[in-house]
T-cell receptor, first 117, second 111 residues
Framework: DAGVIQSPRHEVTEMGQEVTLRCKPI?????LFWYRQTMMRGLELLIY????????DSGMPEDRFSAKMPNASFSTLKIQPSEPRDSAVYFC???????????????FGAGTRLSVL | AQSVTQPDIHITVSEGASLELRCNYS??????LFWYVQSPGQGLQLLLK??????LVQGIKGFEAEFKRSQSSFNLRKPSVHWSDAAEYFC?????????FGAGTRLTVKP
């Protein structure tokens, strides 16, 4: 398997624009996670899905952020409108099996580096 | 909720020297513990994990970590560092349907 695939690898946009980040999880994995990594806050879990259903979105910072998983092989994280403070690296990860207790291994994509000017 | 502290933001070691990266966690029970490595421009790769059993865990790339319940620590070690080990290392704790990462320790390897 090619692993978790994220696109684009880099995104530069202007404040106020809509940004869409994409993720393809590992085939067969039933959990998908979106993380944000910044110098100030480190790695933060934004939202995760189980079988395409959002389970916990308490980490989503604001209503400007939304995530969808229309099918088992694709997820998007959208920011509308984007702001300079959204500049960060956004990671997608997937895992197989019950998430309870964090026991199952998460496999991470290479990330999308977002710069909002 | 659980939390993770990596006290060292940046560590520099000479190639061939030994390495220890510190990780302390806060959680009421025994959590699941992980070390991930992030190379420049790359995602996070799992080095090793601890769920239960033997408190000394072996991982990939010659790394090991020891779980010490009395100290709430899960320090990562390597007896001889290679230049390719230069990266950022993250300790993580998973419990209660949540996973928390430390702030990371950046490792620089001197020739």
């Amino acid at each position: 398997d090619a692993g978790v695939i994220q696109s684009p690898r880099h995104e530069v946009t202007e404040m106020g624009q809509e940004v869409t980040l994409r993720c393809k999880p590992i085939s067969g994995h039933d959990y998908l996670f979106w993380y944000r990594q910044t110098m100030m806050r480190g790695l933060e879990l934004l939202i995760y899905f189980n079988n395409n259903v959002p389970i916990d979105d308490s980490g989503m910072p604001e209503d400007r952020f939304s995530a969808k998983m229309p099918n088992a092989s694709f997820s998007t994280l959208k920011i509308q409108p984007s702001e300079p403070r959204d500049s960060a690296v956004y990671f997608c990860a997937s895992s197989f099996g019950p998430w309870m207790g964090g026991k199952n291994i998460q496999y991470f994509g290479a990330g999308t580096r977002l710069s909002v000017l | 909720a659980q939390s993770v502290t990596q006290p060292d933001i940046h560590i520099t070691v000479s190639e061939g020297a030994s390495l220890e990266l510190r990780c302390n966690y806060s959680y009421g029970a025994t959590p699941y513990l992980f070390w991930y490595v992030q190379s420049p421009g790359q995602g996070l790769q799992l080095l090793l994990k601890y769920f239960s059993g033997d408190t000394l865990v072996q991982g990939i790339k010659g790394f090991e970590a020891e779980f010490k319940r009395s100290q709430s620590s899960f320090n990562l070690r390597k007896p001889s560092v290679h230049w390719s080990d230069a990266a950022e290392y993250f300790c993580a704790v998973g419990a209660d349907n949540d996973m928390r990462f430390g702030a990371g320790t950046r490792l620089t390897v001197k020739p």
